[in-house]
């Protein structure tokens, strides 16, 4: 399934940041850094399960074919 689209309205979000304290946008910028450094951790790991499965699914067909070839 796709994911949906957004659509994202510049002009409400200047209007949003701009009636932002400079506290708070200072909040919302560490919190965004964060976020976005979470999200490239959680990319990360899936990328290292997908490469894990794939090296072991290599590995059993190998196996497999190995085993087939052994003389009866």
Known sequence: MPA???VLD???LKTTL???TMRKRTALASE???LAL????RIHY???RRTSF???GGA???AGYAILALPR
Do not use: F
């Open 10 to 12: 510049l002009d409400a």
């Open 38 to 41: 979470h999200m490239a951790d």
């Open 18 to 20: 701009g009636g932002l």
């Open 54 to 56: 794939v090296t072991i």
């Open 46 to 48: 899936a990328e290292g």
């Open 32 to 34: 965004l850094r964060r």
């Open 60 to 62: 059993l067909v190998a």
């Open 4 to 6: 949906p689209s957004v």
